[in-house]
């Protein structure tokens, strides 16, 4: 259960404590943040809303303990990590239980996210362990009009302290994604969590606790963004931002200062299908990629462009399909469960509405009760409606019909956003040139677009993001070359067996 066990040390009386300089605090504002459970739409947890001050006090802890920890033999900080890893995985099911409650995520896949997240803390330990066990050794002779009298060692060093944002639909994997990294790079870190998700990833943060890291070197804050977002965003002791979410980072950006941002901001994932592809293949995924955790993932399969000569077939065995899915309760392992909050529905609601207006073919009668909504297949959308072209972060999902290749490429370049795109078609030469004219930072050819495995590189173009995520191009990111050159007075060449350099 979740607030018991081992985790009954991060709870005061019905309100989870934030995490700084090692220990489980109340916040001195006297405030909580209440969790609203996105199925039964009553409160279901409470948090702290932390002050400017204890942010000012985490950063002091992380700037500290940063110091120490980046004297921290390699092999040590990837034992550590190994061990949170396995107390992650051992303590799935209180983690899991409260992915259900906060974020309604089916039972079963929020068991799967945070086995995942374990993985993907041991992986990041070895990885690093490689890539930063590495440095590079160059001579000066093979740039122009050198001679051998410079060596030039090369390192990677760590950033400082790293401020972490994961979003609510994987606040635990998408926070050990940035917490792993960081700290294998030698860097200390705080982490913001989504309000809904906050106590997932505080008893996450509490498997990093028992085993056993350096006072101050992790921090969780909780609270308002609106109290403590730009506060801890914009503050001088943060020396880089990996924030993943909506386009609240694009805001970021433009406030954070002269330091390096890893930034996943969303996407209106296209699905592009020929005349030559296969259609059972393709209905499976446009359910698993457009209807899996409600559509709510950047990766999830936003619009499908598919040739009109096979769209009629391709939307019957898609509906047929929808028709499958079952509807409810997060604990029964429904497919689909409610959306994140009310908010969330109504802006789901509203681009409904807007198709309907504009004429789209219904496949399905609309329905929503709270933030229940029922899978819905719209055929027959036009550029001039909104769904062609927002994220609605929801089971809605527009079928443009398109009579050519080009017509699809330009519908999917035209979007602000550049995540990720899918073509179908059994036809390779085909799929390349299609990939290769998709602006995207990943184009998955007859696959739904995903996000993983976790250590394949994961980026957006455009309003999607900056930068590269994935395992390595993570550990990179939140490091910095240091470069050290030897000077010599007198040229020096290894000739091998043929003789020896005059000394």
């Not at 390779?428 to 602006?439: F, G, P, R």
Request: proline share 6%.
């Amino acid at each position: 259960m979740a607030g018991t066990g081992v985790f009954a040390e991060i709870l005061d009386g019905d309100v989870y404590m934030y995490y700084a300089d090692g220990e489980w605090k109340k916040s001195s504002s006297g405030k909580t943040v209440a969790i609203i459970n996105p199925t039964t739409r009553k409160t279901q947890y409470k948090v702290q809303a932390c002050t400017q001050e204890e942010v000012n006090k985490a950063m002091e802890s992380a700037k500290a303990a940063q110091k120490s920890w980046a004297k921290t033999p390699l092999w040590k900080r990837a034992e550590l990590l190994h061990k949170a890893a396995a107390i992650l995985k051992e303590h799935k099911a209180p983690i899991a239980e409260c992915l259900v409650k906060e974020i309604a995520k089916p039972a079963k896949d929020a068991v799967t996210e945070v086995v995942r997240s374990g993985d993907l803390v041991s992986y990041t330990a070895e990885e690093g362990v490689r890539i930063l066990g590495e440095g590079k050794f160059l001579v000066s002779d093979s740039f122009p009009g050198n001679e051998r009298t410079k060596y030039c060692l090369t390192s990677k060093i760590p950033l400082g302290v790293i401020l972490a944002i994961p979003p609510f639909n994987y606040p635990v994997n998408l926070a050990v994604s940035k917490i792993a990294p960081a700290l294998i790079a030698g860097n200390s870190l705080v982490l913001k969590p989504p309000t809904q998700g906050a106590v997932s990833a505080l008893h996450m943060v509490h498997c990093f606790h028992l085993a056993g890291f350096p006072k101050g070197l992790i921090s969780c804050v909780t609270g308002k963004g609106s109290e403590i977002g730009d506060f801890l965003t914009m503050h001088p002791g943060v020396n880089c931002i990996s924030f993943t979410g909506g386009d609240t980072g694009i805001a970021i950006s433009k406030k954070a200062g002269m330091i390096p941002l890893q930034m996943e901001l969303g996407g209106k994932d296209a699905c592009i299908v020929l005349e030559d592809a296969d259609l059972d293949l393709v209905a499976s995924n446009i359910i698993k990629g457009g209807f899996s955790y409600s559509g709510q993932r950047c990766t999830a399969v936003k619009v499908v462009l598919v040739m009109e000569s096979v769209a009629d077939a391709l939307v019957e065995k898609v509906k047929a399909k929808i028709a499958k899915l079952t509807v409810g309760p997060p604990e029964d392992d429904c497919d689909i469960t409610p959306v994140v909050s009310e908010s969330s529905a109504n802006f789901i609601e509203g681009l409904v509405k807007d198709a309907k207006e504009k004429g789209a073919t219904f496949c399905q009668d609309y329905k929503r009760d709270g933030n229940l909504i029922w899978p819905l297949l719209l055929d027959n959308v036009r550029p001039d409606m909104r769904i062609a072209w927002e994220e609605p972060f929801g089971p809605v999902l527009p079928i443009i019909r398109i009579n050519s290749i080009e017509e699809g490429i330009h519908h999917c370049n035209a979007s602000n956003f550049g995540l990720q795109g899918s073509v179908f078609t059994k036809d390779v030469n085909k799929a390349i040139l299609i990939s290769d004219a998709m602006e995207t930072g990943t184009v998955q050819i007859n696959s739904a677009p995903a996000r993983g495995p976790d250590h394949f590189p994961f980026q957006g173009l455009k309003d999607s993001g900056i930068g590269s995520q994935g395992v390595a191009n993570s550990i990179n990111m939140m490091t910095k070359i240091k470069s050290t050159v030897i000077n010599l007075p007198t040229p020096s060449y290894t000739i091998g067996n043929g003789g020896h350099s005059k000394l």
